[in-house]
């Protein structure tokens, strides 16, 4: 079976003629796009020849691997480069699991890295308690080559698709970024009006995912009357 890594989306077109400001905002975007790159996975087992053999795996089919023999390890990976995926096993020394992908999905930062669960648990409330920390997905022991093959296809596809929505967020708000740098009189203005309503919806004891809206907010405040003012 042939297999293709898969593909990102080209990087943003080149701009014409634009000022100092616009050059770093562009500048920016790039680094916020997307680039094709070779998915990179997680496994995280204290069984050697496990995640072995599933790193080998995935590896033969173009994908960037990386292992782990227990949760602090993988943690420390996921910090020194965030993976794309994470298979886990269940039962480990020291931290399970559970509370590996429950610490990873209450962090902003990671919280949208697919994460499966792998358990030689057959009771409903193990997946139960698999849901309630956050998984995505779950394989049983042992693990079949075609079945996890099919899943870290289907899951990566939508990491991919998740990470383009990010984009095009990041994206947007470099826009009002530069809306706003072709007026020296408001440079900083939407920085300054971001800060400014996401401390206020903290102080209003929002949730963080309002804050976040109210941050972004701040800078695409802009984008609409620049949209209304060129039809």
């Known amino acids: 079976m042939t297999f293709s890594p898969l593909s990102r989306n080209p990087p943003w077109p080149s701009s014409g003629t634009t000022s100092t400001t616009e050059t770093g905002s562009y500048e920016q975007m790039g680094d916020l796009l997307p680039r094709r790159r070779v998915p990179r996975i997680l496994v ?37 480069r965030t993976p794309d995926l994470i298979l886990s096993d269940v039962m480990m020394p020291g931290k399970s699991g559970y509370e590996f992908c429950r610490g990873l999905k209450d962090n902003p930062a990671t919280r949208l890295i697919p994460f499966v669960l792998i358990t030689g648990l057959s009771d409903s409330g193990d997946k139960v308690r698999g849901i309630e920390a956050g998984a995505d997905d779950f394989l049983n022991k042992p693990v079949l080559a075609e079945e996890l093959i099919a899943r870290v296809k289907s899951l990566l596809r939508l990491k991919e698709f998740t990470d383009e929505l990010e984009t095009v967020d990041s994206v947007l708000c470099t826009l009002g970024l530069i809306v706003e740098g072709r007026d020296p009189y408001t440079e900083g203005h939407c920085e300054r009006l971001s800060v400014r309503a996401s401390d206020l919806g903290r102080h209003l004891g929002l949730d963080a995912d309002s804050v976040v809206a109210l941050r972004r907010g701040g800078y695409m405040h802009d984008l609409a009357p620049c949209a209304a003012d060129h039809p």
Do not use: H
């Open 44 to 80: 995280v087992d204290d069984q050697p020849s496990i995640a072995g053999l599933m790193s080998q795996l995935l590896s033969a089919r173009g994908y960037d691997v990386v292992t782990a023999a227990n949760a602090e390890q993988a943690e420390a990976e996921v910090r020194r």
